[in-house]
């Protein structure tokens, strides 16, 4: 799709300590395989989305280390356009380091660009979303602003840090406002996921940003409509939609997936996730291993139990260890005899012989990257 | 630049013993380690050796090889500079044939190494598994002056005559090349691996290629003309893990070779920095262990799916073993299904292919049974 720019928005994404404290929830290690943003790169590259721009807020090196060049999303390599986005005086002025800022530092998008739709898609809502349908309506219906949401059972328990969407019959979206998380029971909440048209960003940013440095998208899309500027139209997501919005969400999706019924709804045979290639051998289960119930990265080494849990590029499980109920992050190595359950064990940890750690079910453990215990 | 090294794979065989894995698939692109394919580990020698400009040699059912190797992306020989061709046999003003031999498929190249001109040219085998890096062979060719160097390694003296056994005086030159000999006088054998100075390689090619009455083959006809004629030829010993899977059972053994029960002298989880083979990523998902599965003793790619018991198993990408089934000492390859309560014992399960519901596969005792019968397209 040669006429849109996809944007994928590390800005909006909120701070799940203290998983977050080192690195952007998008470039989050997820089942042992994935960062969170490659569910929205994938979803770029499988609509033909070619001009892509990462809107970083901070932790490059993260980020960077994870996407490179994004050759491993990208089609073509020469036809495309990757860029990423960073907002140098943004980190001079905190509050300013928003996306819209970003946007307007990097302007080739609003103004270098012969574009006419703008996607932006966050980096931890996880979705097989195809958007090639929702540009479609959104071009057929000649929208300005179209919002993809999705229904959820009871917003007071999913999707915490995005909006609430009201909208009328005709999909126009007349209330539109941050879930303050009590209201209880089903609710319609934005994905995050804008389409715009580029001259109508444009002119928003132009029209608001100088009045409000700190505006940010989300409320400038609330803005635009509450005063009567630019209407909003609904896109309502059908598939399977879950938002990273905090640490027991995140332990609690993980383990979700281990259910094949629902691993299904989100990995289809027609829509592959691509993700950074490590050239890890396959993994190695020893004579005397135990595995139930789990997801087992490349690399792994696994001699001793496993059960209902997932395990990391890389990571060693020495005989006689127990894991259980547990999340390891790439390179952490488990002793011998060595008890995990409800833990989330993060990367190039040490887990020495017969040490007894973890959580419980409701509150599980987290180990900070690099911990030797 | 001048270039230091070129190498060339030769890959055309057709690998007649690994019966239907190869009725359609060329032997260097028979899958093994369940996520490899056996000429990612030359290529990958190449690449973790620094080298850049690689021609592979392809004849035999050779579309699904020339479009694996690709731009040589999937080993990094895509850089600046870097150069990867697959070489087919090709028509010319002379006319045209298949390569009739491995020193004529060469010789029918030499425009590609001549377009490179380097000093020297490594000719590997591309359906040999080992993880090594030239360097040190390389050095040793320049540290002696030599025309030519040939890997070696020592084999078991009663297995010596299957091999092409070198005769070597103290200081490792080449006195004499004997292939299969009936009363082998050393038991290093040829690995199939050379590095040739350029010059030295095109004129004993030119030479051979006139002459009707050779086989045009290194080990029977180039190394031992050179020997003749007096150049310098010898010998670099590896030491290290190295087979040649010609037969269902070698393939079925080297593939247990990487299981931790194995052999030590071949782990895949050592090879680490520039050690590492490269393959082709398939973006599958992470694999799945069910809740009832057991597995022990083995070796699992990404994409897997195993809901019964496999124990000392290879397994590929988008295999399936439903629950209940029971899979012992076997490989199951790229897609393949195990149904529920099938048994599987001593086998090799071939791309895509199902065993169904309830079946056994079960060999004589001391053989591999080939199950390879597509079935499991569109299951």
């Not at chain 1, 132009?206 to 505006?215: D, I, K």
């Not at chain 1, 979700?256 to 993994?283: C, G, M, V």
């Not at chain 2, 850089?79 to 060469?106: F, H």
């Not at chain 2, 988008?318 to 099938?342: F, H, P, Q, T, Y």
Request: proline share 4%; glycine share 8%.
């Amino acid at each position: 799709m040669k006429n849109v720019i996809g944007l994928i928005n590390f800005h909006s994404s909120p701070e799940i300590s203290p998983l977050t404290d080192n690195r952007p929830l998008g470039s989050t290690s997820f089942l042992g395989r994935y960062a969170l943003c490659d569910f929205a790169l994938s979803a770029f590259c499988n609509a033909g989305i070619d001009t892509i721009g990462l809107l970083v807020k901070d932790h490059q090196r993260s980020i960077l280390k994870h996407v490179g060049s994004l050759d491993s999303w990208t089609r073509n390599t020469k036809t495309s356009q990757r860029i990423i986005m960073y907002n140098e005086p943004g980190h001079q002025n905190l509050a300013c380091n928003t996306d819209l800022q970003n946007i307007k530092e990097n302007d080739w998008a609003l103004y270098d660009s012969n574009a006419n739709y703008i996607v932006v898609a966050p980096a931890h809502i996880i979705a097989s979303l195809d958007l090639r349908p929702i540009l479609a309506e959104h071009i057929a219906r000649h929208e300005k602003i179209t919002v993809v949401g999705t229904k959820v059972k009871d917003a007071s328990k999913e999707f915490l840090s995005e909006n609430i969407l009201k909208a009328d019959k005709d999909g126009c979206i007349y209330d539109n406002y941050p879930n303050p998380g009590d209201e209880k029971g089903p609710a319609i909440l934005s994905m995050a996921i804008y389409i715009i048209n580029r001259t109508v960003l444009a002119d928003m940013i132009h029209r608001f940003l100088p009045a409000n440095p700190s505006l940010d998208l989300r409320k400038l899309i609330y803005q635009a409509a509450e005063e009567g500027q630019y209407q909003c139209h609904l896109h309502l997501y059908e598939g399977y939609a879950r938002c990273i919005d905090s640490f027991d969400h995140y332990m609690e999706y993980s383990f979700e997936l281990l259910n094949p019924e629902i691993a299904e709804q989100l990995f289809r045979p027609d829509w592959p996730i691509y993700t950074k290639s490590h050239d890890t051998p396959p993994a190695l289960y020893g004579a005397k291993s135990s595995v139930k119930d789990s997801m087992v990265a490349n690399g792994a080494l696994i001699e001793g139990n496993v059960e209902h849990s997932i395990i990391g590029r890389n990571v060693r499980i020495a005989p006689g260890a127990n894991v259980k109920n547990a999340i390891i992050f790439s390179s952490t190595h488990i002793g011998e005899n060595a008890l995990i359950e409800d833990a989330l064990i993060d990367k190039y940890s040490m887990i020495t012989r017969s040490k007894k750690i973890g959580g419980t079910k409701e509150n599980p453990l987290y180990l900070h990257q690099g911990a030797i215990v | 630049m001048s270039i230091k090294i070129a190498a060339m794979i030769l890959a055309g065989g057709k690998g007649t013993r690994l019966q239907s894995l190869t009725r359609k698939t060329a032997k260097p692109a028979v899958s093994y380690g369940g996520k490899y394919r056996i000429i990612d580990f030359p290529l990958s020698n190449c690449a973790n050796s620094g080298i850049s400009h690689v021609g592979v040699l392809t004849q035999y059912e050779s579309s699904e090889l020339n479009t694996y190797i690709g731009s040589g992306r999937n080993w990094g020989i895509n850089g600046v500079d870097a150069l990867m061709s697959v070489l087919t046999p090709k028509q010319t003003e002379e006319g045209s044939s298949w390569y009739r031999g491995t020193a004529d498929a060469i010789y029918e190249n030499l425009d590609w190494l001549d377009e490179i001109d380097p000093e020297y040219v490594l000719i590997l085998s591309g359906d040999h598994i080992y993880s090594c890096t030239y360097n040190e062979m390389l050095n040793l060719t320049e540290e002696k002056d030599a025309d030519c160097t040939i890997s070696v390694c020592e084999v078991p003296w009663e297995e010596a005559s299957r091999f092409g056994i070198l005769e070597t005086d103290e200081e490792g030159n080449i006195l004499a090349f004997k292939e299969k000999p009936k009363q082998p006088k050393s038991n290093l054998a040829s690995m199939g691996i050379y590095i040739f100075k350029y010059k030295s390689l095109r004129s004993a090619l030119v030479a051979d290629a006139k002459d009707e009455t050779s086989d045009h083959d290194f080990g029977k006809n180039i190394i031992p003309s050179m020997l003749e004629g007096g150049k310098k030829l010898i010998a670099y010993t590896y030491k290290g893990y190295w087979k040649d899977v010609g037969t269902i059972a070698s393939l079925h053994q080297a593939n247990m070779d990487l299981l931790l029960s194995g052999d030590p002298t071949i782990n895949l989880m050592s090879m680490t920095g520039g050690q590492r083979i490269y393959s082709e990523d398939n973006h599958a998902t992470p694999q799945f262990i069910g809740p009832k599965a057991t597995v022990k003793d083995c070796l699992i790619n990404q994409g897997a799916k195993v809901y019964g018991s496999v124990d000392h198993c290879v397994i590929s990408s988008d295999v399936i073993v439903e629950e209940g089934a029971s899979v012992a000492n076997s490989v199951l390859m790229l897609g393949a299904r195990i149904e529920k309560g099938a048994k599987v014992v001593d086998a090799m399960i071939g791309p895509h292919a199902l065993v169904e519901e309830g079946e056994e596969v079960k060999p004589e005792k001391g053989t591999i049974a080939l199950v390879s019968n597509k079935k499991a397209l569109g299951r």
